[in-house]
């Protein structure tokens, strides 16, 4: 696994400080709001875990896993593959997101969450990369952890083929693991 990594862009200590920081705005943020953290499946499962423990305050774990539908004629749709179980109509929402790319998938995610009418609705992303988002997405995170130059990253839950998610840093990989 490590032997396929080509750099290091953000090392387990970076993104350990990064999170306390955001710990300490987002404890801020939510203190008695009782928010619902709503992570997205499931890029987001190692960040999720971190993240919430630096929350210092009383909220309510819920999860989403969605997906682009498969086939030729529905490309770029999403889909809802398991939605949140919480009620949160009139709840504070903040949305948890592995990264934020071309902003179609967390487009998405937004618009379906706010119609089931939250008091608020605010997202937290570990990872923005803005040069890479498509036109007519004008959806801006609140909260970022880093944003980072266009190039496809794997590790702290993100994958290639669903592999690396493990690697406790985000990294690229070594171009010859893409010919495999
Ligand atoms: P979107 O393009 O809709 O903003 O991002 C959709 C999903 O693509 C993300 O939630 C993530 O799962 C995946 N993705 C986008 N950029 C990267 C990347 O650099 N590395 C990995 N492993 N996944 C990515
Ligand atoms: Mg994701």
Redesign the pocket.
């Known amino acids: 696994m490590e032997k396929d990594i080509l750099e290091v862009l953000l090392t387990e200590q970076q993104i350990q400080n990064r999170i306390r920081e955001l710990g300490e705005t987002l404890s801020a943020e939510y203190a008695d709001k009782d928010p619902v953290i709503v992570g997205v499946l499931k890029?987001v499962v190692v960040f999720y875990a971190d993240m919430i423990r630096h929350i210092q305050v009383p909220c309510q774990m819920d999860f989403m896993w969605i997906s682009s539908y498969s086939g030729t004629t529905t490309t770029g749709q999403m889909q809802v593959r398991r939605d949140v179980s919480a009620n949160i109509e009139g709840r504070h929402v903040l949305i948890l997101?592995?990264?934020?790319?071309?902003?179609?998938?967390?487009d998405f995610t937004y618009k379906h969450l706010l119609s089931k009418k939250p008091a608020s609705l605010k997202i937290c992303t570990l990872l923005d990369?803005p040069e890479r988002r498509k036109s007519g997405i004008t959806l801006q995170p609140d909260y970022v952890g880093f944003t980072i130059p266009n190039a496809?990253?794997?590790g702290y839950g993100?994958?290639?083929n669903e592999h690396y998610r493990n690697l406790p840093y985000v990294g690229i990989l070594k171009p010859e693991v893409y010919n495999r």
């Open positions: 890029g997101e592995d990264i934020y790319d071309t902003g179609t998938s967390l990369k496809f990253v794997v993100l994958d290639y």
